[in-house]
């Protein structure tokens, strides 16, 4: 398929299943979460309406206690493993997973509104973004220490990067499921997590499930409980956003709630900051350890108020020299760390959404420049590329799935950004 705005937009309708949009055709049948709010967000540039109800559908798998899952099973498919009957949550109607994925909800509803929603629309969703942001402090910080957990690798939607390998040492294989996986009947299996991975991932499904998906349980049981630096990041800038949502469609205790969040998460993410490497990192909530593998993650704290200038000056410096050696920004993974894989996953390959929101951060920070640089990379590697699932950082090429419903997001709403400038310059 050739790559144009109009083929961007061809490939958002033909991933439309009727309100809501599947990442890819086959590898991903259903709804994703982080997924659909970038999608959300790139329906924004072209049709409110649709980018409303992409949020309400997946609101519609929101939990009574404000959780999001990160799957919304709205129709059945076989072409996926983990289906429904792993999962086994409560929830019905839609059934859904019982893990999260980040939170970009309310940033990409912030986007929406931003382009002239329907105000009573936005209004119900920035309820249930309220409730999510109220679920992740309970649930997921439950001590207060102003840093969420994330208690399953597929959380930190960076699914297989190395600095999970530490903490799943801790982490089982399933005996009690089968693994019928079905990712690597679509995309070559190099490019994909091991199967010895998948026993661990599924180990923890099969954990919490039988911990009946109750989250004091879950933290209480779990061998893996990580403060991924990526999960802060955009959920400190989805505070922010809500902030402002709240100013606008909530009352003032509620914006101060927000803001008393934003400002204790907006302390604590300055922890994770690693002087040698030059770069944020997540740290393994069990043992301590920072998980200290460089890559793209490590640079979303941009998004935040949290660099200072000497920190957002080593950020980009970091960035510009793997620029200047011939490397496509910004790989999940540096070239020339140990597990570094250029095709494989999180382990190497560069996608398209971290980019955005990087190249976001540094706009933030007064290095437009870069992000404008890092924009046009961006859209080169999908140009060349196609609207594939993720790019090899040495050579460009496409990896993984193809027709990617959040690649055409992200070439939309860069293509979007490039006009405003160009009519501001
Ligand atoms: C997968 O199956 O690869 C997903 O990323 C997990 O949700």
Known sequence: MSVSIDTARALLANNDRG????????????????????????????????ALAELEALARGQWDDGFLPHIVFHADADSYFPGPEVWRTPKAHPRTSGITQPPVFATALRAIEERGADRARVAALYRVALANHRWWAAARDPLGTGLVA?????????????????????????????????????????????????????????????????????WADTPFKVADVGVNAILIAAEADLAILAGRHGTPAERQEIEARHRRMTAAIGGLWHEGLGQYVSRDLISGAPLDTPGSGGFLPLLTDAPDGERIRRLATTIEALMAEGVQPVPSTFPGAARFDARRYWRGPVWAVVNWMIARGFDRHGRGDLGARIDAATAALIERGGFAENFDPLTGEGLGGVAFSWTAAIYLLIAERRRRMARVA
């Open 19 to 50: 309100g809501y949009t599947v990442p890819t055709e086959g590898l991903y049948p259903f709804q994703w979460n982080w997924d659909s709010a970038f999608v959300a967000w790139g329906f924004a540039t072209h049709d409110i309406d649709r």
């Open 150 to 218: 994330i208690l399953h690798n597929w959380e930190s939607g960076r699914d297989n990067h190395p600095s999970w390998d530490g903490p799943f040492e801790r982490v089982a294989e399933t005996t009690t499921t089968t693994i019928r996986r079905r990712d690597t009947g679509h995309v070559d299996a190099a490019m994909r997590p091991t199967d010895a991975e998948y026993r661990r991932y599924i180990h923890l499904v099969d954990r919490y499930a039988a911990l009946g998906w109750d989250p004091a349980r879950l």
